[in-house]
């Protein structure tokens, strides 16, 4: 072969190559099960305890005592201490422009250590929670750009560290703070003892000193004691087969819509997501919003969101 004819060859080759390179694009990441994203997200809890009944402060399933029947709950806590185990309920709605993760936490009993003679200070069952914003911005879990809580009958506001959301119809009401768990940044929940209002953690020891963090570790676990610093919680799917959403037109379970049947204090007192409602952010945001249509809350409650979907590519609400 002639040195021109090699030259011309080594070119081809190249060429041949470069375009072998082009055709070769890596395949892009499987998208997330709502599973993994819940998981991904799932916060480190807070749990205050009161020390006059600890365990009537730790998480649990609804059925931890093996049925659905909500009325005989708070008498079993008391009897089922070694089913007491760290529980969440989650659930996964979206648009094209973000999840709208839900965490929800159950205990038998809303509770006062004082007398309660005309039953409005105690109910049994009690279930609030939180909802996180997360962007879906190409990476694999997204980004965490805002959180709503559950505390009674009054929804509040976080945003973590440089986050675009700002106040809008409802302040901000403090900093979303993460703490790191198995090498990601998990956000931080409280809850308090007896009534469970729940917050973002604001950085400070429990109240009195005692206290429960659950982590979401996927084991569900007992607290050793009141001031246990690291019990391990499992998530269960909300729109499971024969799980909670599924239950909810079940007269053993519900007294009506979204509202848990309990006859102990005051009755029928407690709340699934779908029955969450804050008392004063305006008639067009009804109660249950926050679980079946957060994008609508979201854009009420926030403003600074930047690009927003509010048509939703799926929601087991609806």
């Known amino acids: 072969m002639t040195p021109l004819r090699r030259l011309a060859a080594l070119f081809a080759g190249l060429a041949t190559t470069s375009t072998l390179l082009v055709v070769a694009a890596p395949v892009a990441a499987a998208a997330p099960s709502d599973f993994e994203l819940a998981t991904r997200w799932a916060p480190i809890h ?4 009161d020390s006059s009944d600890y365990d009537a402060d730790y998480l649990s399933k609804i059925d931890f005592d093996a049925e659905w029947d909500t009325l005989n709950n708070w008498e079993h806590q008391d009897d089922l201490l070694s089913r007491m185990t760290g529980t969440a309920y989650y659930s996964v709605v979206e648009t094209s422009t ?23 200070l105690t109910h049994e069952n009690d279930m609030e929670g939180v909802v996180l914003t997360v962007r879906r ?15 009674h009958s009054d929804f509040y506001s976080y945003v973590p560290a440089g986050s675009t959301f700002t106040s809008g119809r409802e302040n901000v009401d403090g900093t979303l703070r993460t703490q790191t768990y198995n090498g990601a940044a998990h956000p ?12 973002g953690w604001n950085g400070a020891n429990f109240p009195g000193g005692d206290g ?27 729109f499971a087969a024969n799980g909670l959403w599924a239950r909810r037109n079940n ?15 005051k009755d029928n007192s407690a709340n699934a997501p779908w029955g969450w409602d804050d008392g ?25 969101e930047g690009a927003f979907s509010l048509a939703y590519t799926r929601n087991s609400y609806r």
């Open 46 to 49: 807070y749990q205050d305890t």
């Open 188 to 199: 931080t929940t409280r809850q308090e003892a007896k009534g469970h209002g729940l917050y």
């Open 98 to 120: 973000h999840w709208f993760l839900g965490y929800s936490f159950y205990h038998p009993r809303d509770w006062e250590d004082v007398p309660d003679p005309f039953s409005i």
């Open 137 to 151: 911005d190409g990476s694999t879990y997204g980004k965490l750009e805002a959180m709503v809580t559950v505390a």
């Open 251 to 265: 007269a053993q379970t519900f007294a009506s819509y979204g509202t848990f049947r309990g006859d102990n204090g």
């Open 212 to 238: 429960v963090v659950y982590y979401p570790s996927g084991t569900a676990e007992v607290p050793s004691s009141g001031n246990d610093r690291s019990v391990g919680y499992a998530l269960v799917d909300t």
């Open 280 to 304: 004063n952010d305006g008639g067009d945001i009804t109660r249950g919003m926050l679980a079946t249509d957060p994008a609508y809350l979201v854009a009420q409650y926030f403003a600074g």
